[in-house]
């Protein structure tokens, strides 16, 4: 079948459904003592080949094959290159990537079918929107910056980055907190430092987190999702004692088959919420004789998932974390701070987990064996949704046959 961003008249499958890797790497920096070398992308507009064996790719209005095809560029186009951004896996010519290019106002091209020249200049991450290229630069007030094999102040230190440097950010992660906020940022080489001594221009863009899967284009039809959600599914039913025929009908309900921004994006599909952070105040930006001190802070990154109780709970009794999260972090969508997970299982058994472990569930457990009965229990506990929770919930299990994920647990 031909793949769907490639109008092809010969060409072979290139799409490969296999698992992302952790990273992707888009160039290296250099470390001398007491300093860390950084890229960024050059302000003058870079450019690439694009190489597909003889074909066309797709220009597409958003970065996953599921987006508008603009136009079409043929082989051996000459592109210029904005910015980049995280979308959808696509396996090509020259290599398997998450990353796609801006190209133009809402026009992108997968990084996969794209020949750069050697070395490969550094691309800077898109801000939302018409924004552009955004650039993150050092913002301690004068002090160094210290650079971290892991992301925590405890870590071994690399060495440092002075105050004003930009730096060529690859994703983000949750770690110990440096200055209130547990957000850092991984640069080329695999280094960290902490996002609080940071500062986005002109925004912060949308970063995949280190580890995360790809963007998830929803599947084609109802049938598709309930089959890709089996598998995570029966494995959060199995570690929890929650139906798998309850959780897929729930996430269907919360994520709209997948559609949903942050089951798109950040594979939640039940609108997990995050509890605030306890604050711990921890510098980690230097003076230059690298003792640690406080220093001024940049904007602050999302928060990370903690066990102690959202002041959301009362409302919303899955903004509870567990004391060992699964969530790779957090990510504010429309008011809201949902968790975000490295893969959709582990959305599932984060959410199943949540469900077992309140207390005010036990009589919904107790009926795990009729998932029905478990649903409406669980309303009558105090779950939130409204007034006809259960009966929707029911409606889904029943209409798509999701009983009989129970059978094989």
Known sequence: MIAPFLLLTAFP???????????????TASVAPGALSAAVADPTA???RINTDGGVVSVRSGPATDKRAMASLGDDTRVAVHCKVWGEQVTGTERRSAHWVRVGADRYLPDAFLAWPTPRPEVAWCGSGDAGAVTARVA?????????????????RLGT????????????ATGEQAAGSAGWLRLTGGRYVAEAFVRWSPQRPWL????QDPVRVPPASSRDFVE???????????????PASVLVAQSVHASDWGRATAARRDHNYFDTACAQPATNASAEAAPPSAMDSPAAVGPQPAASPQP?????????????????????????YGGSSLRAYRDQAG???????????????ARALAHAGDPERFVRELQAAGYPGGARYADRIVELMRRYDLHRLDAAR
């Not at 499958?13 to 160039?27: D, R, Y």
């Not at 995949?208 to 580890?211: L, R, T």
């Not at 890709?228 to 929650?242: D, K, L, P």
């Not at 959305?347 to 569930?361: T, V």
Request: proline share 8%; with cysteine; aromatic share 2%.
């Open 347 to 361: 959305s599932f058994a984060d959410h199943a987990a949540l469900l077992a472990g309140m207390p005010q569930h």
């Open 13 to 27: 499958a290139l799409l490969a459904a296999a698992a992302p890797p952790t990273g992707v790497p888009v160039g």
């Open 208 to 211: 995949p987190w280190c580890g």
């Open 308 to 332: 102690a109780a959202s002041p959301r709970a009362a409302e919303n009794p899955r903004a509870d974390a567990e004391a060992v999260p699964v969530a790779l972090g957090c990510r504010g």
């Open 228 to 242: 890709q959600a089996t598998a995570a599914a029966r494995a959060a039913a199995q570690a929890s004692g929650v």
């Open 161 to 172: 980055v002075d105050d004003g440097q930009a730096l060529a950010v690859q994703c983000q």
């Open 140 to 156: 301690t007030g004068g002090s160094v910056l210290n650079v971290r094999r892991e992301a925590g102040t405890r870590a071994a």
């Open 46 to 48: 870079p450019s690439a």
